[in-house]
């Protein structure tokens, strides 16, 4: 499980890197401004109350207004929303300061009351293009992407012309899944405006997305060639090399990006997360210790670091770190699942179930997490409540269910419900499975209803791939001692799990089971 969720979580930041690190549009109001790339933050601190600016004239309200996009344009969210706010207070029906202070309310991450200000401005002016484009974007933030393509399409009724409305619309079907229509949006935006940026490289995160690796890779290209400085186009581009399989020339880009902008913090991150796939826990660490010496207030460079802590063993090292991230962004389910994991891996048992199910609830569809917490409760012998969570998992995925469904009919057996867990995994056989017999996992299953011998099984496991070999062959002690153990032979059982151990697959769950059958017999 652990194994296959620091997967999971890598590719996830990667495509997270890739979508949100390019989306941004409308942060000024006036619908002029190109999309430019955002970086992915997790929990980033709010500034202070801000002073009147004495430069501007406290009582005229185009002057806030104005002054409000420009200080939101430099990243003074606070500035400007006072700004805005004053504005409002000498003309409550300026439809422009409602923008503004929307647009800076969501850049704070205030979906919410970004909306209500939009709302404001459409009732002031319905025809307001800028108005409904703005608020489909705070729709996005909040992950309400049907309604936030409503108001594109609204936007674009009103001004067909404007290529960030096609890339905002375009972003959220790509949100959405709907690659081929955000590509499309996309496309149109370039033929608008060939020189927009945004358009580019959000195309490629949509290319990306359906591993087109060329194409987004010639889409980065071009917005290098119209923004060359741009350090978070690099990143993006060294995603697409490593995915390509390129990894000399994702590094470069990963290193270009740093060299071009040695002050950001997610270059680095993002490198710490290449240097993380590829095994090299210490240069990942090294990477997000440089994110974090530039901002330390950031749950997502603490959560890398922690999973590289993690993967070179430093398990309670990890746990400070998920810790450290959690207390800047408690709802973040993913960060939980690492602790949770982390605190398996020492032994804390109860606290891995705490955080297991502190993350269903902040997302009670994550299959991945279900199953994790099934494998702690098997480990604690609690076989309820690992047979819910194991059948749960697959009510949630129908996809990757072979290990589940196994680990249900290990339980349900040694319950004595042996012939309808093999009913039911022959069922799941002849519908879920349209690979060879030969193939692993299917001797697995056949050694499981009976069809086959244990030295069918151990036979089966055999891989000239050493690797391979030793993850089949730790798979295939475990269920060859399960079978021995139901049938009351705890001697032979004992000498299976031995063998299964011997393997050292420790992140298997497999070997973690036949650890705990092992204390368990007192052995």
Known sequence: MREQFKQVLLVAVVVCVLILGFVGWWITGTGGSKPQPIPLRIGADAPGPAAADPAVDQNDPGALVDSGNAKNDKGDRDGAIADFSRALDLDSEN????IGRGNARDAKGDHDGAIDDFDRALDLDPKNADAYASRAGARDGKGDH??????????LELDPKNADIYVGRGNSKDAKGDHDGAISDFTRAVALDPKNVGAFTSRASAEEAKNDHDAAIADFDRALALD???????????NSKDAKGDHDGAMADFDRAIEVDPKNADAYASRGYFKLGKGDDDGAIADFDRALAINPKDAGFYN????????KGDHDGAIADFTRALAIDPKNADVTTSRANARQAIGDFDGAITDFSR????????A????????????QRNFNAALADFQRRCDLNDQNQDQPRFFIWVIRARQGDTDAANIDLTAY?????????HDWPWPIASFLIGKTTESDLIAAAASTDADKEHAQKCQSWFYAGIKHLIAGDKSA?????RKCVATDQKDAAEYQFAESELSALGK
């Open 95 to 98: 439809a422009d300061a409602y």
């Open 146 to 155: 049907d309604a936030a393509i409503t108001d594109y399409d609204r936007a």
């Open 228 to 238: 060359p400085g741009n350090s978070d186009i690099y990143t993006g581009r060294a």
């Open 304 to 311: 890398g670091r922690g999973n590289a802590k993690d993967s």
């Open 359 to 366: 993350a269903m609830d902040l997302d009670p569809k994550n």
């Open 368 to 379: 991945d997490i279900c199953y994790g917490r099934a494998v702690v409760y098997f480990i």
């Open 429 to 437: 056989m002849a519908k879920r499975w349209n690979t060879p017999a």
């Open 493 to 497: 059982a004992t000498d299976d799990f």
